[in-house]
């Protein structure tokens, strides 16, 4: 088997900066993919949204299917008997330009940020081999608090309203990006406001940050 080779991921302070920007406004996630195409292989569901009218034109509408719980014009793109994406070609994606936004902003550093294993072995695999680079204080604080928000969220699920909390962990990884702030140690501001100072504090932290995230998010597509 031939040995996996650690891949440079950036400085974590750079890389969470666009990664909370592509998020804010659902632009591409700039990954050094290479050769990988682990989640377009990974049995995934494809969400695609009313509004990405090219991408929906550049896939058979038998390959489409309504997305369950959401309005009508939201559809997911399924997978093949081998769990490939059926846009996934010889030569890689065949609507690359044209990709679903759930596709264009998907960052399996994500996993390696905030230490967690993905739901997909192959993607697992290659987190794994991600390397951030922590050259000041504000990368290894800035990745500190990603993890720290990882590892509380689940853990206390008791604490937020309705018990409700993210239930993939690709879902977990990028709600502790949004609302790593809450974590940060002493002397941020945040952390100044003693929000953090009992578990229930920190839940109703975690989720005011992440609403004003998700209000921002909107903000900017309207």
């Known amino acids: 088997m031939t040995e996996q080779k650690d891949l440079p991921a950036g400085g974590f302070s750079s890389w969470l900066r666009h990664t909370r920007a592509a998020q804010l406004e659902d632009s591409g996630a700039d990954v050094p993919c290479g050769e990988c195409d682990a989640c377009c292989r990974s049995s995934y569901f494809i969400h695609i949204g009313p509004e990405e009218t090219q991408t929906l034109s550049r896939i058979p509408e038998e390959l489409l299917f309504p997305a369950a719980g959401l309005p009508n014009g939201n559809v997911v793109l399924g997978y093949d008997d081998d769990g490939r994406c059926p846009m996934l070609k010889q030569d890689g994606c065949s609507i690359y330009e044209h990709r679903p936004s759930t596709c264009r902003t998907y960052d399996c550093r994500v996993f390696a940020a905030a230490g967690i294993e993905a739901d997909r072995d ?40 309705g018990a409700e909390v993210p239930d993939s962990p690709a879902q977990v990884a990028l709600l502790a990006i949004k609302v790593y702030e809450v974590f940060l140690g002493e002397g941020d501001e945040l952390g100044k406001t003693g929000r953090v100072a009992r578990d229930l504090e920190v839940a109703k932290a975690v989720v005011e940050v992440n609403e004003e995230f998700e209000a921002g ?6």
């Open 217 to 222: 998010r909107e903000a900017r597509s309207t």
């Open 122 to 161: 192959a993607i697992t695999r290659q987190a794994r081999r991600w390397r951030f680079d922590h050259s000041t204080d504000d990368d290894r604080d800035r990745h500190a608090a990603v993890r720290a928000a990882a590892e509380f969220i689940p853990e206390h699920a008791e604490c937020f309203p």
